[in-house]
């Protein structure tokens, strides 16, 4: 059994979600470089997970400008690619925020204690399991909302 060695809960993204982000790579002054492209896979308040379709070495930095639906639109981060894996379709990496402000944090926390509020109550039955002020309303596309 695999341990997971993560300090910060993971909200899972879906693939709908995954183009609602840019990553902006950081290199020397006065070069100008394009956005890669990406999907994202989850994040934490600590992190993202995500699957680019180009190469992507670890120590890469990146300015990220979330664009998610409700408290994560217009979020701005600098992170760092902590870890790499080759992918058919690409790499997959880990991406550690580098220095998030408090707010960012206290937003992400907020809709990664959602979202697992909100798992435990639909696995315990508890009817009517979603509520509107959710922060991770925007985000889910679980059955039992859809039928809200």
């Known amino acids: 059994m695999e341990v997971d060695r993560r300090k910060a809960y993971r909200v899972p993204l879906r693939i709908e979600h995954g183009r609602l982000a840019t990553f902006y790579p950081i290199g020397l002054i006065r070069r100008n470089r394009p956005p890669l492209e990406g999907e994202l896979v989850n ?50 990496v880990g991406i550690r925020f580098l220095k998030p402000s408090p707010g960012v944090v206290q937003a992400i926390a907020r809709v990664a204690h959602n979202y697992k509020v909100c798992e435990a109550n639909i696995s315990a039955g508890i009817k009517d399991a979603c509520r509107r002020d959710c922060a991770y309303w925007e985000l889910c596309r679980k059955p039992i909302k859809i039928s809200m």
């Open 43 to 92: 994040i934490s308040t600590e992190g993202l997970g995500v699957l680019f379709y180009d190469k992507v070495r670890r120590r890469k930095q990146f300015w990220i400008l979330l664009d998610l639906p409700g408290p994560l639109k217009g979020v701005r981060l600098r992170g760092k690619v902590v870890w790499a894996e080759k992918d058919p379709a690409g790499t997959h």
